[in-house]
């Protein structure tokens, strides 16, 4: 199946820092790739839709200055949490899907654990 | 707003046995439904999914149902193993949406030898 990467699998930051997430789809070319957020014994929350050479979509309640996304080519899209602060502390992972396929599975990246001090 | 549940408790279960999630959604009919499996510090693997128009897909092992009456879908995996211990998640494909999913909380399970 369609892979999909994220660097780093971890980090620990300062408040007040900013940290950059890198999702790559590796064999296959995504317009569209998603951010997820999760914390601890929780499901998955959908934060913004990436897209290819657009704005993101941004979902209710997500600060859309705060969570900078780019989506800079068709396999490769970067989150960035601008002024981390420890409630930021979360599992982030984003996923994608070949052309064609939107009605069908996603993948996911092993995801990002973002630890802010 | 779309609204979709798992059980929040843990199920175990001994080897051997059949294990059986269920998924329920208000709100919304939605045209796919999907389950992941889900390991702890990893992304979501896709497991099965199932059409509005579908009651039933199976493989391998795996079994899901879908009642759009009851707005509910059932995850079934028969002969379990320690290795089926995960945590599984059901999900909502918003239809043109360009994919976008929705989860449940995720149920869970432990298979004991």
């Known amino acids: 199946g369609a892979v999909v990467s994220q660097h780093p699998s971890r980090v620990i930051c300062k408040s007040g820092t900013s940290v950059k997430i890198e999702c790559r789809s590796l064999?296959?070319?995504?317009?569209?790739m998603f951010w997820y957020r999760q914390f601890p014994k929780q499901s998955l929350m959908l934060m913004a839709t990436?897209?290819?050479?657009?704005?993101?979509?941004?979902e209710q309640g997500v600060e859309k200055d705060k969570f900078l996304i780019n989506h800079a080519s068709l396999t490769l899209s970067t989150l960035t949490v601008t002024s981390a602060h420890p409630e930021d502390s979360s599992f982030y992972i984003c996923s994608a899907h070949p052309p064609n396929t939107v009605l069908d599975e996603q993948f996911f990246g092993p995801g990002t654990r973002l630890t802010v001090l | 707003s779309q609204k979709i549940e798992q059980n929040s408790e843990a199920l175990n279960i001994q080897e051997g046995k059949t294990a059986t999630l269920t998924c329920n959604y208000t709100n919304y009919s939605p045209a796919y439904l999907q389950w992941y499996r889900q390991d702890p510090g990893r992304g979501p693997v896709f497991l099965l999914l199932?059409?509005?128009?579908?009651k039933e897909k199976r493989k391998e092992r795996l079994k899901v149902t879908f009642d759009t009456t009851l707005k509910q879908s059932l995850f079934h995996i028969t002969a379990s193993q320690p290795a089926d211990s995960a945590t599984y998640l059901c999900a909502l494909l918003i239809y043109n949406q360009g994919g976008k999913l929705i989860f449940g909380q995720g149920t869970e399970l432990s298979v004991k030898p």
């Open positions: 064999d296959f070319q995504a317009t569209t």
């Open positions: 199932i059409r509005e128009n579908e």
């Open positions: 990436s897209n290819e050479g657009s704005k993101a979509t941004y």
